[in-house]
């Protein structure tokens, strides 16, 4: 999975590969607990990957994860909670740590849902930073560093969208936000004012990732039920072609850049709308077109193993067959249909 992208031959004989081994493509991820992002790994060689992981037990198993053996181009890895600014706020450190959160969790809504990992195990005081404060050197020193940003910040991912104004209008083109539509969180901000703070500032969103909940009442090995969506990873970009900005001259930084974001998130239909509205060269056309078409196939092969791999697993045990039903489905969600198209 590593460098599956930047190592194909089309990415290497394009311009892509000249843009980002000079200056790698930004990825900031905020919540890094485990690891970066696994979607950015295709591109990691040719990536400047910045971490967040304020909590000090998951901060030192991220470095201790990546020491000697990153697969970025650059990485960083910062030990500070990220804000709207510059202060000391309380951390609520977490029965699981990836529910460590600046807010404090909602104990009414942990035990109505049986959430266990909400319970607080302690708390201490820390400093945040803002994001454009945290970045400032690295822009200023080594270039790009968040043209493509994940957040993960359990309720505090609007307090960080204040803080990092300079960023989404100067260089972030693309956006992965976790984002709730209930108060997990006291004083959260949830999706609704997530989502228009972001169309403001030119955000288009493009896909979502549901996640549900519900009160455990049922048994789930038995029973099937409608859950209440709970939150979402929602992703977004500057859409050129929503803003007009389409059909310009010779591709800039930002528009490589949209198109690597755009690649890497499987949003293939949109990187060919990359490809055919700007002014690439004949040589990148075909090789970017070759790219796009590569990636998509291969897609679609994977789902194809995958349901050979279902059809024998339902063979072989029929009597879970609707576990692993439920299983295949959910791995399988995405933000696609062919309902226009006929099975003949």
């Known amino acids: 999975m590593i460098d599956t992208i930047s190592r194909h031959p089309d990415f290497m004989n394009s311009s892509l590969e000249r843009v980002f081994a000079g200056d790698p493509f930004g990825f900031t991820d905020v919540g890094s607990v485990g690891g970066a992002h696994p979607l950015i790994l295709p591109v990691a060689s040719r990536t400047r990957c910045t971490c967040f992981e304020p909590d000090p037990a998951s901060h030192t198993a991220l470095a201790e994860f990546y020491a000697g053996k990153s697969p970025f181009a650059d990485l960083v890895i910062h030990d500070c909670a990220l804000a709207e600014k510059d202060e000391m706020r309380r951390l609520h450190v977490t029965k699981s740590a990836v529910n460590t959160s600046l807010l404090e969790p909602d104990p009414a809504f942990a035990s109505r849902y049986g959430v266990a990992g909400l319970a607080v195990t302690h708390t201490m005081d820390i400093r945040t930073r803002s994001l454009d404060g945290a970045l400032a050197r690295d822009r200023k020193e080594k270039g790009h560093v968040a043209e493509l940003i994940k957040l993960d910040c359990q309720g505090v991912e609007y307090d960080i969208l204040l803080g990092a104004e300079e960023i989404l209008n100067r260089e ?173």
């Open 172 to 344: 972030c083109v693309a956006l992965i936000c976790e984002s709730e539509f209930a108060e997990m969180y006291r004083g959260q901000r949830t999706f609704s004012e997530v989502d228009l703070f972001l169309r403001k500032k030119g955000f288009v969103l493009y896909g979502l990732e549901p996640h549900f909940v519900s009160a455990r009442n049922l048994d789930r090995r038995l029973c099937e039920t409608e859950e209440r969506l709970l939150w979402v990873d929602a992703l977004y970009f500057k859409d050129p072609f929503a803003q007009r900005k389409g059909n310009g001259g010779e591709p800039a930084r930002e528009v490589a850049s949209l198109f690597l974001a755009a690649l890497i998130s499987r949003h293939y239909a949109f990187a060919m709308e990359i490809l055919d509205g700007f002014a690439w060269s004949r040589k990148d056309r075909e090789h970017l077109g070759s790219l796009i078409k590569h990636c998509a196939e291969e897609q679609r092969r994977q789902l194809e193993r995958d349901t050979d791999r279902l059809l024998g697993d339902l063979a072989a045990s029929p009597d879970r067959k609707y576990l692993i039903a439920k299983k295949f489905i959910d791995a399988h969600r995405s933000n696609s249909n062919i309902d226009f198209l006929t099975v003949s």
